[in-house]
T-cell receptor, first 116, second 111 residues
């Protein structure tokens, strides 16, 4: 298991529900990410937080709302989702900056979301 | 825009053979390229990073090459084992500094 945890692991929600996904990293990293992974498609970057500041919002619909209260925690708030939003949602973290260039990302196990 | 292409067809090989997976990219040549392993229902796990000035990188039974002229990276697993069966993802940073992923190649190693 990696140093990135996600809850819940599975979530089924109706289109009118409001739910939140939680991610926590125990690696002391300064950047956190949300990705969406649909079947047979590449990972899609949704949001990036660097030093708790959102630096990327990859044209994600407003029904997805991220929150990063500190450098260890990341949330994805969901409301009025559509069936096509059903996917595996992955959280990742990395240590950015410094002189050694780009770094690898560490992923959580993901939340399997089904929208009915 | 930056595009990554990996073989969408699954690769089936016999245990003990060398598996070779291909990652091709278009447009901007990245300074770094990464390979990840993903098992069903789990998040990707980082395997190797190779820089543009490194032609080859090794880690145990894994070897990655990076040809910036061909815009291609090859990922090799020697003496493959059934436990190596997984989907392998290629990823690179585009000009905007975002890490983008290929769709992955599924590897199946038969005993």
């Amino acid at each position: 298991e990696t140093g990135v945890t996600q809850t819940p692991r599975h979530l089924v929600m109706g289109m009118t529900n409001k739910k939140s996904l939680k991610c926590e990293q125990h690696l002391g990293h300064n950047a956190m990410y949300w990705y969406k992974q649909s079947a047979k498609k590449p990972l899609e970057l949704m949001f990036v937080y660097n030093f708790k500041e959102q630096t990327e919002n990859n044209s994600v619909p407003s029904r997805f709302s991220p929150e990063c209260p500190n450098s260890s925690h990341l949330f994805l708030h969901l409301h009025t989702l559509q069936p096509e939003d059903s996917a595996l949602y992955l959280c990742a973290s990395s240590q950015e900056g410094g002189t050694s260039g780009r770094h690898e990302q560490y992923f959580g196990p993901g939340t399997r979301l089904t929208v009915t | 825009s930056q595009k990554i292409e990996q073989n969408s067809e699954a690769l089936n090989i016999q245990e003990g053979k060398t598996a070779t997976l291909t990652c091709n990219y278009t447009n901007y040549s990245p300074a770094y390229l990464q390979w990840y392993r993903q098992d069903p229902g789990r998040g990707p796990v980082f395997l190797l990073l190779i820089r543009e000035n490194e032609k080859e990188k090794r880690k145990e039974r894994l070897k990655v090459t990076f040809d910036t002229t061909l815009k291609q990276s090859l990922f090799h697993i020697t003496a493959s084992q059934p436990a190596d069966s997984a989907t392998y993802l290629c990823a690179l940073y585009n000009q905007g500094g975002k890490l983008i992923f290929g769709q992955g190649t599924e590897l199946s190693v038969k005993p």
